[in-house]
């Protein structure tokens, strides 16, 4: 049964940093990739943040220069680094695993940020 479990959300003011953690349950190479999603309220979950298992990254437009996503594979844990947060950015966010030739994606229980002006 793979879980990923988030943490490290919380209320942070505009310009401050956050850092959430998502934890795999297993291998994070069991995952062709990983990724950080996030869910405004009464809008779709968009991606933040990707890393493939090669070590490939993406980011949404919005976040570029802002957010970095790592991982460290001993602790089969992947990071979402956040500064100069705005309220914009105020969602609840998700941590996700893509796995298999399926792509059957795994997601975490969520983690709130809310950005205060």
């Known amino acids: 049964q793979v879980q990923l479990v988030e943490s490290g959300g919380g209320l942070v003011q505009a310009g401050g940093s956050l850092r959430l953690s998502c934890a795999a349950s297993?291998?994070?190479?069991?995952?062709?990739?990983m990724g950080w999603y996030r869910q405004a309220p009464g809008k779709q979950r968009d991606m933040v943040a990707t890393?493939?298992?090669?070590?490939?990254?993406n980011y949404a437009d919005s976040v570029k220069g802002r957010f970095t996503i790592s991982r460290d594979t001993a602790k089969n844990t992947v990071y979402l680094q956040m500064n100069s947060l705005k309220p914009e950015d105020t969602a609840v966010y998700y941590c996700?695993?893509?796995?298999?030739?399926?792509?059957?994606?795994?997601w975490g229980q969520g983690t709130q940020v809310t950005v205060s002006s």
């Open positions: 996700n695993g893509r796995r298999g030739t399926s792509l059957r994606d795994y």
């Open positions: 297993g291998s994070i190479f069991s995952f062709n990739a």
């Open positions: 890393i493939t298992i090669g070590g490939s990254t």
